[in-house]
């Protein structure tokens, strides 16, 4: 391994450097150089000076950086006196650029800074064009724009030969000023800087980019830097929308900014071509009403520190998605932090010491704990006292202190020795020895660290250096308000309070923990504060003792989890067990001794387990392809028994490990889906459903993707809580590949403000296999398959199952394609279309070829169970073979042939068939193609539940017998129509909605409990020019969908007109609508606004409904596409009416306990 150089800065502006082969400290060469920022890359090493200047160090080097100045001399051939270096006034400069552009005569060369030197004088090159040349360098041509070349001919004007001069950077290894651009321009004075960008590709890799800040809170670029121009040659003003405090550059493409008021910006679009970058993106801080106090980033890592000195890792952090996607809380308390060379990080702690993150790795960028750097310092072969351990020469100085700071503690006796806690148990004490610290318990506790906020106080303290004084003088705090003043104070640590622990990811558990055992220190004994002040002006403020850091650059120290770096090695036990995975929580146990004298480790939960293995995933950005990867599911149990997982995804981009990773209590929703018949399913977060890229992953076998689905499943359920079927009030829904979901309802689903948003549901998958499914708040659920069999729900909504709830469960569904044919003069109709048709075999649209040699089931789970046929039953009629007609593909076909069709079609069809296991129960023997349960309120009782359906041949049926103890009822009664049905619904107060297979509505007049099948058919008018197809009736609204995918509602329903008056057009878009028994409206939407490529079919929510409202404001679109239908008639949780907050969500396996009431009018005639 290469020998690298790690950077700090001391809070005096002292800059040292430690190197990984060696074991000590070693402070700059210049002993009056103090800067107030460094910032490190491969190989140098940038500055900014308290003078505001910027500096640079360049690491000694065996190949020298050397730059070649050149200028051309251009002369013109005249017949007098041959050629001469008198022009023409259209001529370039006598002494030019290679151009001719500019002039650039041999006086005007300076050096741009004292780091260079000439290394000779001018000299004329020989060469022309790389060949040694016999014309003393010179080059001719007919005139000065026209090609130069060697030779001399009759036509030869114009000549010119090139001088060079070399100049060779002198200050490697030192520090050397940057010169200023103009005065009038410089980004003066600077507060910030950072270098990175090396490696944005192969060919940057051989010099970085550099940014500043301005105390004006404006971003500079500097411009011009390479390899022999080490220093850049000018700034560049870039654009922001605010005042920047501090940013940070990745070694890539990452750049981060703190903004005066807090917050955090990213910018978008750094290139190799464009190394600004192009926009910015304001991000809020980690922490509510926190401020952001610094950032880093890395490769593809980002570090925050807010200004309650908090720690905070940003995941989902890469190139592709430079914002990233959350926050995670990291233990410990630092004032700022460095990601240096592979990530790694590099911490000032409060205490000022410097600290190390442990086990970062590419597949755990957060790490699993700090230890401190212990290099040596000084003259000792001691590893160096941290700055919170005082000297022998300091040990009379002693300044003590409560952390209110009214009075002065007791002090420690002049020959005892104080001993400090460890800040923290995964801290490894410098010089420690394996017995574990002890405290007094009448010494008081030491007071808050002082945080220097600005370059003010470092100046306060530097001013103090000349003042000498005693070593052992006793500096008393001044008496006005119990304050020191801060040239007196050195950094200490903040020892008062019990041990802090310190982990990778600091959950909401480890919180509360943390909370508690704050409080309980503030009135547990305090500790000893020590304070060295050493101001011996022989050695400078706290020189004896050790630096007090400010400020550390890793940028420039190649270190990782693997490096034996002597600095870096532990010298005391660590008692907090590194962490195997990121996914550990902070639950860690103190235990205390009954004379509270010492403390035992601290031992963290090892009840972690971890699953593994092989999968392909679909890579959602081009080149898009299925890829080979890892997975791991990653769990572990805190103290209180509360589990927290993560989903990790690892795979190889361009020869680099990578991964992805998904929070489990994130996942919204497990979905099996159909893709390139594999064994695939998508997992849901609330951010990929707004931005419609689930992750989709895919398994060899069934049994595989089972396995992970129910694991994944039992996860998800785990961390919610949920541990029973699905409730009574649980919204259900179906995927157009049959597959059942169900999501249980909370108060804020439904409440008129802090409405719980779509994307954030969390739907699990119910066994089984059901085109729609629909229910009521009574626990009765019914639904249809795709072959027309009715089931129903037999899992006892709200209560455990029983082995006798699941019973075989069989589905059918025929998949269709379509033979095209076109018509011409001298063969007839043949399979040979135009150029601009659709394939010959094709789907229904003719947008897909679909052949029926190489068409294949929906998914692996079904199985073809009858052979190809000419499918007579299409919609339009055919003819005697099954053809239909039509003058053009896109136009409307029939079942008979005119003079003017030039095309035809058939659909051929073949069935295929499931067979799973599930909670349901086939109602035989009618095929249904609808159905429709009453909905009603929370606690109603009815003796029974009216239930509408209509059968596949477009006949009414009405379910007779329907309970709660018998949920598939006894019997069918026809109800008489003059036309076949195609929908049909039925809502509050027994109101019968109907729609005939032709469009028209239909409204079923006086049906009672008594009378279920009610009298006779109302003909509603339907909308002007449109033919309606799907209705649903709420508790005292009605809405209907039209054919092109047209949301409509019926206005003027009264309970003594229930018919309505008229049709008003509420919204496009729809293909299905669910209102339920509080009149919540639910749609599947065609398409998502913004998202054309998308599936159609997406879950969608009217917000705004209410009883002044009933046709609601906006949508809110959820999980998509691909879902089929969707019900909401069993949520009946009305949220309180109120102002106070909004309870809890319901348990999983009980619903919401409101008061009984009965239905009144507006829902059934029956009394409580």
Not at 584 to 613: C, F, M, T, Y
Not at 1100 to 1125: A, S
Request: proline letters at 8%; a negative charge; one cysteine or more.
């Amino acid at each position: 391994m290469s020998i690298t150089l790690l950077w700090a800065l001391d809070v005096y502006g002292r800059v040292y450097s430690v190197s990984t082969a060696s074991q000590r400290w070693e402070r700059a060469d210049d002993a009056l150089l103090e800067l107030k920022r460094v910032t490190a890359g491969k190989g140098r090493c940038w500055g900014i000076g308290c003078d505001h200047h910027v500096y640079l160090n360049m690491m000694p080097h065996e190949t020298p950086i050397r730059y070649k100045e050149e200028t051309y001399e251009n002369q013109r051939w005249n017949p007098v006196d041959g050629f001469t270096d008198t022009l023409l006034p259209t001529d370039r400069w006598s002494w030019s650029d290679v151009m001719g552009m500019n002039p650039q005569s041999l006086q005007g060369f300076q050096l741009p800074s004292r780091s260079w030197e000439w290394e000779g004088d001018w000299y004329v090159d020989q060469s022309c064009g790389g060949e040694p040349s016999q014309t003393g360098g010179w080059e001719y041509a007919v005139d000065f724009p026209a090609n130069f070349s060697p030779d001399k001919k009759w036509n030869s004007c114009v000549r010119r030969r090139r001088w060079i001069r070399y100049r060779r950077y002198i200050a490697q290894g030192s520090w050397a000023k940057i010169p200023m651009d103009h005065p009038w321009k410089a980004p003066l004075p600077l507060c910030d800087i950072s270098c990175g960008g090396w490696e944005m590709s192969d060919e940057s890799g051989r010099y970085p980019y550099l940014w500043a800040v301005s105390q004006q809170g404006q971003v500079w670029f500097r411009e011009g830097i390479h390899p022999r121009v080490p220093e850049g040659t000018s700034w560049e003003e870039v654009d922001v929308p605010q005042e920047v405090a501090q940013l940070s550059l990745g070694p890539r493409d990452l750049l981060w900014a703190v903004l005066w008021d807090g917050n955090l910006m990213v910018r978008t679009g750094l290139s190799l071509d464009n190394p600004i970058g192009t926009s910015w993106v304001e991000l809020a801080s980690p922490a509510k009403e926190v401020e952001t106090l610094h950032v880093t980033v890395g490769v593809s890592v980002v570090w925050v520190v807010t200004k309650d000195y908090k720690v905070w890792f940003r995941r989902g952090v890469n190139s592709h998605n430079p914002c990233g996607s959350g926050w995670i809380s990291i233990g410990g308390e630092m004032m700022m932090v460095d990601v240096g060379l592979n990530d790694q990080v590099w911490a000032v702690g409060e205490d000022r010491g410097l600290y190390f993150r442990m086990g970062v790795t590419p597949s755990e960028p957060s790490g699993n704990g700090w230890i401190p750097v212990s290099a040596q310092w000084g003259n000792s072969k001691e590893a160096a006292p941290p700055s919170n351990q005082p000297t022998e020469a300091s040990r009379s100085s002693i300044l003590s202190c409560t952390d209110s700071g009214s009075e002065q503690g007791p002090t420690e006796p002049p020959n005892s020795t104080p001993v400090l806690e460890a800040a923290d148990p995964s801290v490894v004490p410098l010089g420690g020895s394996d017995t574990a610290p002890q405290r007094r318990e009448d010494t008081p506790a030491a007071p808050k660290s002082l945080i220097p906020a600005s370059d003010s106080f470092i100046n306060s303290l530097v001013s103090d250096r000349d003042k000498t004084s005693t070593p052992h003088q006793t500096i008393k705090p001044q008496e006005e308000g119990g304050r020191f003043s801060p040239a007196q104070i050195l950094m200490s640590p903040d020892a008062a309070g019990p041990i802090t622990p310190w982990s990778n990811v600091d959950l909401e558990g480890a919180e509360a923990s943390r909370s508690t055992h704050t409080a309980a220190g503030a009135c547990s004994g305090n500790d000893t504060a020590a304070y060295g002040l050493g101001l011996d002006g022989s050695h400078g403020i706290g020189e004896e003792d050790g630096p007090v850091w400010a400020w550390i650059s890793g940028g420039g120290c190649s270190v990782d989890a693997s490096s034996q770096i002597s600095w870096l090695s532990s010298t005391g036990p660590l008692v907090s067990s590194l962490s195997l995975t990121p996914v550990q929580s902070s639950a860690w146990s103190e235990q205390e001794h009954k004379d509270d004298i010492s403390k035992k480790p601290l031992e963290r939960s090892n009840s972690v387990w971890v699953r593994k293995g092989t999968l392909r995933w679909w890579r959602d950005w081009k080149p898009q392809r299925w890829l080979d990867v890892s997975v791991a599911l990653e769990q572990s149990t805190k103290l209180d028994g509360k589990k927290d997982s993560i989903f990790f995804v690892y795979y190889t981009q361009y020869d680099e490990k990578k991964y992805l990773h998904v929070f489990i209590n994130e996942v919204t929703a497990l979905v099996p889906v159909i893709r390139d018949c594999h064994y695939a399913f998508a997992v849901y977060t609330g951010q990929r459903s707004r931005q419609r890229c689930p992750l989709l992953l895919a398994a060899l076998t069934q049994q595989d993707m089972n396995d992970w689905l129910t694991l994944l499943s039992d996860c998800c359920c785990e961390c919610r809580g949920i541990t029973a079927p699905p409730s009574r009030h649980a919204l259900w829904s179906t995927t157009s590949k049959g597959d059942i979901f169900v999501h249980e309802p909370s108060f804020s689903l439904e409440a008129a403000t802090h409405t719980l948003t779509c994307d954030l549901m969390f739907w699990r998958q119910v066994p089984g296999h059901l085109r729609c499914v629909e229910s009521n708040s009574l626990g009765l659920v019914w639904g249809i398959g795709w072959d027309g069999t009715a089931w129903v729900y037999g899992g006892r909504c709200g209560q455990q199952a029983t082995p006798g709830d699941v019973h075989q469960q069989t589905d059918a569904r025929s998949v269709h394609v379509y033979e095209n044919q076109r018509w011409n003069p001298v063969t007839g109709y043949t399979d040979k279309g135009l150029p601009t048709d659709r394939p010959m075999w094709s789907d229904e649209s003719g947008l897909r070829e679909c052949a029926k040699g190489n068409t294949h089931p929906p998914s692996p789970q079904w199985s073809w169970v009858s052979e190809w046929a000419v499918d007579q039953t299409v919609p339009g009629g055919t003819d005697k073979e099954g053809w239909q007609y039509a003058a053009d593909f896109p136009t409307t076909f029939h079942g008979h042939k005119t003079m003017k069709d030039f095309v035809r079609r058939r659909r051929w069809s073949r069935k295929c068939k499931i067979t799973l296991s599930g909670p349901w129960q086939e109602v035989p023997p009618i095929p249904l193609s609808d159905i429709s349960l009453m909905p009603c309120l929370a606690q109603s009782k009815m003796e029974e539940v009216p239930l509408w359906a209509l059968s596949e041949k477009g006949d009414v049926l009405c379910r007779l017998g329907v309970t709660t103890q018998n949920p598939a009822g006894t019997s069918w009664l026809h109800v008489g129509t003059d036309q076949p049905f195609k929908s049909i619904s039925i809502g509050g107060a027994n109101q019968v909605w109907a729609i005939a297979k032709d469009g028209a509505v239909f409204y079923r007049g006086s049906v009672s409990p008594h009378n279920p099948a009610g009298e006779c058919w109302y003909h509603i008018p339907s909308p002007s020019r449109q033919t309606l197809r799907q209705v649903s009736v709420g508790r005292t609204s009605v809405f209907a969908v039209d054919e092109n995918c047209n949301l409509w509602y019926r206005q003027g329903l009264t309970p003594s007109y229930p018919q309505g008056s008229a049709w008003e057009l509420i919204s496009n878009n729809v293909t299905k609508v669910s209102v339920g028994p509080l009149d919540q409206m639910w749609i599947i939407a065609d398409g998502t606004p913004g998202f054309p490529a998308e599936t159609p079919g997406a879950l969608c929510h009217r917000l705004g409904v209410g009883p002044m409202q009933p046709k609601g404001q906006h949508w809110d679109y959820g999980l998509g596409g691909g879902w089929e239908h969707v019900s909401v008639r069993a949520n009946s949780v009305e949220a309180p009416r109120t102002q106070h907050p909004l309870p809890p969500p319901p348990g999983p396996s009980q619903s919401p306990q409101l008061p009984s009431r009965a239905n009144g009018n507006a829902m059934v005639g029956v009394s409580v």
